[in-house]
């Protein structure tokens, strides 16, 4: 597992530099909680660091130290916002040890952006101003992160080379172990050898030794010394008990076990380490880079191998498979909270076998080298092992999604159908399933499994299909409620709120999707940023008058009309659809909230949204909106966003509609994964509230009935059309 720690190198360099007193104190202790771990504590310790700060210098070692916990908090802006603040001061007057400092915190920002180019200009600086400062811990330090941007240079030497200067001691030590690590990564293990050893022979800080110890023991696995690797990794173990440190030599010692076939003790480790992961889980540092989290690569190996192993068996035990199932769910649970950067964001509750009749749940589980099928039904768990892995899947998720986008011809007899459906059917058939209840995994998320073809009819004709993201994570279903107290809502006319796009920094790049048979489909436009600065204001008066005309939504106003008579409330449109009147409605306290207007959910909740007439609602905003005391023992049935979109090519993008479930405390969404016709729209949505106002009906049910009548249309008959709704929760 890749050291969290050293992903962004940032050493506690400061305390040397301020003298002691109150502030120091504060500094101390927040550089500690984040050595241990502890990233909220650190947070908070470094801000009352910051306020109590006497002079300058302490205020800028107290920011720096705070961008380190932001940074590895995944609050990227917040970090960036911190340094940018104090960095023109500190250029103009702080000494060039600190401002390397800076520079080096703001090189590891750019790198979470994706900019790595701008990154290696801000090591560059750090590493100068380090040259400078005759600093070489600093210089150490940048240099080892521009190994990690040019792994084909020499620049780990050259990092070496800097630590000979480097007095013997605990920023050494750290170097030395940042130094062994990125040289195991690079398989430059002569210097790993080194590097690590030295910490051995040196050290008497008890962490550092088991750091070393626990690198030391990976190097080994990689060379499959699995005998060597296990003692080195068992001695890292007793030598710290360090909960992040714990952790990653327990799943180490895990796999371990594992590659040398006992089973018993491996799983033993895997439950161990999963139920650490489960308490740490709110302080996990991760890396954001390209806006992307590392939590896949890092963390979420850990439920995987653990499930891959209670799987192994040809015919797992009952309880077997619900340990699975259970570990399944706590893994997207954490996906989720990573997700929204917030541990706080996602509850979960425990999960009972009870379920009701002809009713079905469906886990599919991506492994590298095969896919596994969990399924639930009244009956109990069964399991299946089908012989295709995760990148084949992928391929064959990106075609159809081509395929059905473009409203192109369809590969009627999928791949995907046999590999998820088929070997699940006769068991469906036999206790005469009529609710499919989905789980996706990866890219899965990105097709609706409801247009699944098995070569003579798509999925949705036989089931009525609900995507969740946990079922942990669910409210539980309604005895009652009303179903005509709908709040209305849509934009068909953009307003004020196209200043706030152009402004939020946001860059839309609009789908590619073929028009075809004259319908209007509801796309965001491209959008980039930029275009609107640097030009004359004429020039950006007609770029924004522009804007405003590829944001209108013409079909709106008469799907909102169609809906009214099913509705007591009055319709909330353009000017009338105002974010603050808007959020006063719903807190009256009514079932149900349609929304038709541009949404627009991408891999990073921040830059996800849904439009009002004057203001971009985003994620939190939703979340506040529809958390509260209102809603405290009546939450909010159901949530339908008509114009809603996910970002191409990024699986990650389709959590934001799980989100709105999840995150926001509602019980069901209703969404799209791609921008969908006026007329598809007005016709799906009639259908499902006429439907859903039903006595006994469910979400699931109507959602069926509504998709399989648009079906009926031939001008809107292709996936296309009718596919991209999916409905997400709670499905009573």
């Known amino acids: 597992m890749p050291k969290i720690l050293l992903i962004f190198l940032s050493l506690s360099l400061l305390a040397s530099t301020v003298s002691a007193n109150s502030e120091t104190s504060l500094l101390d202790q927040g550089e500690q909680a984040i050595a241990a771990g502890h990233i909220n504590q650190s947070i908070s310790l470094l801000q009352q660091a910051k306020q109590q700060s006497s002079d300058a210098e302490s205020r800028w070692l107290a920011s720096i130290a705070l961008a380190d916990a932001l940074i590895r908090a995944g609050k990227i802006e917040a970090a960036e916002t911190e340094l940018t603040k104090i960095y023109p001061e500190a250029k103009s007057n702080a000494p060039k040890a600190i401002l390397g400092e800076i520079a080096l915190r703001l090189g590891h920002v750019q790198v979470a952006h994706g900019n790595q180019a701008q990154a290696q200009i801000r090591y560059r600086e750090a590493l100068n101003n380090a040259e400078l400062a005759h600093d070489h811990a600093l210089a150490a330090s940048a240099l080892l992160n521009l190994a990690k941007l040019t792994p084909a240079s020499d620049t780990l030497q050259q990092a070496q080379r800097q630590l000979t200067e480097v007095p013997e001691g605990d920023i050494k030590e750290k170097l030395l172990l940042a130094l062994g690590f990125q040289a195991g990564q690079q398989q430059q293990f002569e210097l790993a050898y080194q590097s690590l050893q030295a910490v051995l022979q040196h050290s008497t800080n008890a962490r550092h030794k088991a750091e070393a110890l626990g690198l030391l023991g990976s190097l080994y696995e990689r060379q499959q010394r699995f005998a060597e690797a296990l003692q080195l990794t068992e001695q890292a173990l007793v030598t710290d008990t360090s909960p992040d440190q714990h952790l990653q030599w327990t799943w180490q010692h895990a796999r371990l076990l594992e590659r040398q076939a006992k089973k018993p003790e491996a799983l033993a480790e895997y439950r161990s380490a999963v139920q650490q992961l489960q308490r740490l889980r709110a302080d996990i540092p991760v890396l954001y880079q390209d806006g992307e989290s590392s939590f896949k690569k890092t963390f979420a190996p850990i439920y995987l191998n653990f499930i891959a192993l209670l799987l192994q068996d040809t015919a797992p035990s009952q309880s077997i498979l619900d340990e699975a199932i259970q570990t399944w769910e706590q893994l997207k649970a954490v996906e989720l909270q990573d997700y929204f950067k917030d541990a706080c964001a996602v509850k ?343 439907r859903y106002q039903q006595p006994n009906m469910t979400k699931a049910k109507a959602m069926q009935y509504a998709q399989k009548h648009l079906m009926q249309n031939n001008a809107l008959n292709h996936p296309a059309y009718w596919g991209p709704f999916v409905l997400v929760g709670e499905w009573h």
């Open 348 to 690: 979960q509750k425990a999960l009972t076998s009870e379920l009701e009749a002809k009713t079905a749940i469906l886990y599919p589980i991506l492994f590298d080298d095969h896919l596994a099928l969990i399924l639930r039904t009244p009956k109990g768990l069964s399991s299946y092992r089908v012989k295709h892995s995760a990148r084949e899947i992928d391929t064959a998720v990106k075609q159809l999604n081509d395929e059905i986008t473009n409203v192109g011809e369809l590969t009627q007899h999928h791949p995907l159908y046999d590999w998820l459906i088929r070997p699940v059917r006769a068991a469906l058939e036999a206790q005469q399933i009529d609710t499919l209840v989905y789980i996706p995994d990866g890219p899965l998320r990105k097709i609706p499994i409801a247009l699944l073809h098995d070569g003579t009819s798509f999925l949705v004709e036989h089931y009525a299909l609900v995507t969740v993201p946990g079922l942990s994570m669910l409210a539980a279903p309604s005895i009652d409620h009303s179903r005509d107290d709908i709040v209305l809502a849509g934009m068909s006319q953009p307003g004020p709120v196209v200043e706030e796009l152009i402004a939020s920094g946001i860059n839309l790049f609009g789908s590619e999707t073929k028009e075809n048979r004259g319908l209007q489909r509801r796309a965001l436009p491209k959008l980039r940023s930029a275009e609107f600065s640097a030009v004359d204001p004429t020039e950006r008066n007609l770029r924004v008058s522009r804007l405003k005309e590829e944001l209108a939504l013409p079909g709106v106003t008469e799907e909102l009309k169609s809906l009214s008579a099913l509705s007591s409330l009055p319709v909330l449109e353009n000017a009338d659809f105002l974010l603050h009147p808007f959020k006063d409605t719903v807190h009256q306290g009514h079932t149900s909230v349609h929304i038709a207007s541009h949404g627009f959910f991408s891999g990073d909740p921040n830059k996800s949204f849904i439009m009002a007439y004057d203001h971009l609602i985003t994620m939190d905003e939703l979340s506040k909106i529809f958390q509260t005391e209102a809603f405290h023992d009546r939450p909010i049935e159901l949530v339908t966003l008509s114009a809603c979109q996910t970002a191409e090519g990024d699986d990650r993008s389709p959590l934001g509609l799980s989100g709105v479930v999840v995150q926001t405390g509602v019980k069901s969404a209703i969404g799209t994964l791609w921008p969908v016709a006026d007329e598809a729209a007005k016709q799906l949505f009639s259908d499902f509230y006429l």
